[in-house]
């Protein structure tokens, strides 16, 4: 059973730098594609970028200026660092991935999610 | 990339059939078929019920099946139940710079 569990700190001020990691517990670590996405209170999901078992990223035009997302495989973790944040990055943040076997976007495996609040 | 245009809402009386729209564009649900359907809850992550456009994945109810014609897919909840009342998301494979495209969300009532 695949299981992602991630934590980051929840509360930053303006202009901080956004830091979560998540870690994919079970399965094989190389076969997953994951990505972050996120949801603003009340209102819809929006893919962030993803990060491949070999490193390579993809990211939303909107946010690739100050977005980064890394991999260690080592320890079966993947990072997003988001710069400079402004009261409109506040949402819950949530990890995911999909296996190799599936289509690209099918995301089957979702971490808890964790609540980032941008406030001076 | 633009979101991908779902009913803000849609409700049915248990037993009922429902069907949500995802309305996209030709470089998006038009041209691939990698759509995908979330189901999730108040406070809860999304779940994945449907994948590939038609593919439904172990633990996602036979109650739930996807098609697609053109730009649009449907997800369809057949003899709707008390608990699939939740927000329900599409989303689309693009092949462009942003990979992932989500739709607006729907909000299914069961009356």
């Known amino acids: 059973q695949v299981q992602l569990q991630q934590w980051g700190a929840g509360l930053l001020k303006p202009s901080e730098t956004l830091s979560l990691t998540c870690t994919v517990y079970?399965?094989?670590?190389?076969?997953?594609?994951c990505s972050w996405i996120r949801q603003p209170p009340g209102k819809g999901l929006e893919w962030i970028g993803e990060?491949?078992?070999?490193?390579?990223?993809n990211y939303n035009p909107s946010l690739r200026s100050r977005v980064s997302v890394s991999v260690d495989t080592s320890k079966t973790q993947f990072s997003l660092k988001v710069n400079s944040v402004t009261a409109a990055d506040t949402a819950l943040y949530y990890c995911?991935?999909?296996?190799?076997?599936?289509?690209?976007?099918?995301?089957?495996?979702w971490g808890p999610g964790t609540l980032v609040t941008v406030s001076s | 990339q633009s979101a991908l245009t779902q009913p803000a809402s849609v409700s049915g009386s248990p037993g009922q059939s429902i069907t949500i729209s995802c309305i996209g564009t030709s470089s998006d649900v038009g041209g691939y078929n990698y759509v995908s359907w979330y189901q999730q809850h108040p406070g809860k992550a999304p779940k994945l019920m449907i994948y590939?456009?038609?593919e439904r994945p172990s633990g996602a109810s036979n109650r739930f099946s996807g098609s697609k014609s053109g730009n649009t897919a449907s997800l369809t909840i057949s003899g709707l139940q008390a608990e699939d009342e939740a927000d329900y998301y599409c989303?689309?494979?693009?092949?462009?710079?942003?990979?992932?495209?989500f739709g607006t969300g729907t909000k299914v009532t069961v009356l």
């Open positions: 079970g399965g094989a670590f190389s076969a997953y594609y």
């Open positions: 590939d456009v038609i």
């Open positions: 995911a991935c999909f296996g190799w076997l599936r289509g690209p976007g099918s995301f089957d495996y």
């Open positions: 989303s689309s494979y693009t092949g462009g710079s942003t990979v992932y495209v």
């Open positions: 990060v491949s078992h070999s490193g390579g990223t």
